[in-house]
């Protein structure tokens, strides 16, 4: 099997693997576990107080998630463009060596 | 006609359903949130964290400085786990976390090296997306930056010393380093808040079924993903890793 093939197989296991969430669970909420959390630290020690709050927080769910897409899309962008310098690189190498 | 308490009643939930439309969202950080560690738990956290950030520093200037065409590798490994920390994925439990993505520089530059790049990472979303927290760093960078990453390296150092074939390698240190950061996160948090009948182990019971077994299809994922950034590194950079002596010198993997 080769690389491409080999890659595409792993990452369609990935789809798989986010897809079963909404199938076997169709009526969740996904929340983020830090939110059940501190449910749960509340159940624990219903006088806990949280004694610092965030510095800045996105003022909505909408600049939240840009921010989070921006972090994604900035660290893809920095990962592909090492890769391809990679595979630029060794094709370079490999036409050198049978000219 | 709607008594005075009807009228207040009927008020009071219309606006109650507004405001949960207009809230925004919880903040789904799979970190230990802001102000959620009590001001000693904090502290200790910071304190035992320390050694590995002066660790970490040294590391990555002897491995830079000896070739710096190593910086853009570390770059590399930075980002990847910038993007896998932004991926906030669905679980089979119904609640979403997000993979960790140091086990892949864990086996490139060692954990020392990750406990800094771990670091960056957690406080750029600290101050940002208000995102686990400042108060709250040292313990996470301690779950995620130092424990995740020696686990995956641990584990890939073992591994490579037995016939066990090198994907597989990779994908078990970076699934395992991943569930061992939300293991230590449930453990902190037990330990900062025992639970008044059944103490630290039922706490830590509880915040374990809320994070790790959510983490483990997420653990899984991000072990695929590791074995596809490495294959692609194996197939076009199998020099450098050698270099980093993630690769025998001898007869590849």
Known sequence: MNLAWKNTLLLLIVIVLVIIPFVIQKEAEFAGADSLAE??????NPEYKPWFSALWEPPSGEVESFLFAAQAAIGSGVVCYYLGYLKGRKDREGNRERP | MFSRYAKLILILSLHLILLSLLAP???YAMHIMEGFLPLGWAALWFILVLPFWGWGVKSLKAKVSGQPGLKLLLGF????TFVLSALKLPSVTGSCSHPTGVGLGAILFGP???????AIVLLFQALLLAHGGLTTLGANTFSMAVVGPLTS????????KTKVPLSFNVFLASALGDLATYVVTSLQLALAFPAPDTGIWGSFAKFISIFAVTQVPLAISEGLLTVVVFNYLFAYNKEELKELAVLQEKGGA
């Open chain 2, 153 to 160: 390296y641990g584990i890939y150092k073992f591994l490579k």
């Open chain 2, 77 to 80: 490994a930075g980002a990847f």
């Open chain 2, 112 to 118: 020392a090296a990750m406990s800094v790049l771990g």
């Open chain 1, 39 to 44: 449910e749960a630290i509340s159940e624990v």
């Open chain 2, 25 to 27: 969202p919880p903040a």
